[in-house]
């Protein structure tokens, strides 16, 4: 049992709203591809793919163990597994996971497999490459690629995808344009060559914000579905799902010319009160937050971090703030907050959510 105090809690009711928000943007035949991978963005992936089984037509995930579990936990939803490895495929028809085949190396090893089990039309995704240059095939390996796909009923392709490199930047529309037509090209020769019509995708979230003219059968909502738009305005009609929460365990008295924290980072300039809140850069709290980077929330009021973050614990700064030891602390409950942390720590919102430590207590509310 976990009883460690520090909590993130995930809304399941702002999940169902960020899902009906896309949904109402999206043309009525796009289906959802749900994008659950890393734990579902720091959240919980088991309960967050239950919550959603119903109302979406896929999930995808990075690895095959994580479909696995999900699998296991008893989702039947089709799942797509982005980056699945040659040493995976056996595991992968095991529990009837869906493969993104994106090379030829992995095409041909899973061709062997389905031709040794034997499979027949066992659904598997081919991801083309139109310019991230990080998986898939290239647009010059169609014709090969078509004669090995038709020469084949072990297999068949449930879609066809690409992913985009800057569906974000408004600076990149001319580069994502023309990453869009390359695809629909592709997929043009693969429509009269193949014999049959796969889907095709090629939108994560900020593509369907920017690019929704591209929507073509079905698209993969991964940051959207957590609460980030591609905005400040889709933001703001997104609803927050991540709340990570403490407590203060102890209050100190400072004196002045004394210091709180490893390296005696912070020398108290006045009388000082320092609360210490069990989270440190172990539970994914990272240690640019320190040294008044960033703050948490204690009734109401901002109480910045004070000195080092340590591995399992923060001290912040409640000289201001009407509190005691036990009340609850809130690291974060809002998506400015979130966006706050990523711009202090150089990174983004996925990241700052991806890092919640799986040591922090998992509590998704009805
Ligand atoms: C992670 C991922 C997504 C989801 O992207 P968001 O920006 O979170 O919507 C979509 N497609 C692929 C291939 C991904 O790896």
Wanted: proline share 3%; charged share 20%; net charge negative.
């Amino acid at each position: 049992m976990n009883n460690h105090v520090t909590v993130l809690e995930i809304s399941a009711d702002a999940l169902q709203h960020n899902l009906d928000y896309f949904k109402q943007k999206l043309d009525s035949k796009t289906k959802i591809l749900a994008v659950v991978k890393a734990f579902g963005y720091g959240s919980e992936s088991v309960e967050i793919a239950k919550l959603l089984q119903d109302k979406v037509d896929y999930f995808a995930v990075a690895y095959a163990n994580e479909g696995i579990v999900l699998r296991e936990a008893g989702v039947k939803t089709p799942i797509l597994v982005l980056h699945p490895q040659i040493q995976n495929l056996k595991e992968i028809v095991k529990h009837r996971l869906e493969p993104n085949l994106y090379n030829f190396k992995i095409l041909d090893a899973f061709l062997q497999l389905a031709d040794e089990a034997p499979l027949m039309n066992y659904p598997v995704h081919i991801k083309f490459n139109t310019g991230l240059n990080r998986l898939g095939f290239w647009h010059t390996d169609v014709p090969v690629l078509l004669t090995q796909l038709k020469q084949s009923n072990n297999i068949k392709v449930a879609s066809v995808f690409s992913h985009l490199a800057a569906s974000e930047d408004a600076n990149e529309q001319e580069f994502t344009v023309a990453q869009i037509n390359n695809f629909a090209y592709i997929v043009k020769q693969i429509y009269e060559h193949l014999g049959y019509e796969p889907m095709i995708h090629i939108l994560n979230t900020s593509g369907i914000v920017n690019y929704p003219q591209a929507q073509f059968d079905m698209v993969r909502l991964g940051i959207g579905l957590y609460g980030f738009g591609n905005n400040e305005q889709e933001t703001s009609q997104l609803k927050n799902t991540h709340t990570l929460k403490s407590i203060i365990s102890q209050i100190n008295i400072v004196q002045p010319g004394e210091t709180v924290g490893y390296n005696r980072a912070f020398t108290a300039n006045k009388e000082t009160r320092s609360a210490t809140i069990p989270i440190g850069h172990a539970d994914g709290i990272s240690r640019k937050l320190g040294n008044e980077n960033g703050f948490v929330i204690i009734n109401n009021q901002a109480a910045p971090i004070i000195g080092n973050v340590c591995m399992d614990m923060i001290m912040v700064d409640v000289t201001k703030i009407d509190c005691k030891e036990g009340d609850d602390v809130i690291l974060f409950n809002h998506q400015q907050h979130i966006e706050f942390m990523a711009h202090k720590c150089e990174t983004i919102p996925y990241e700052i959510l991806t890092a919640i430590s799986q040591r922090v207590k998992r509590l998704v509310n009805n």
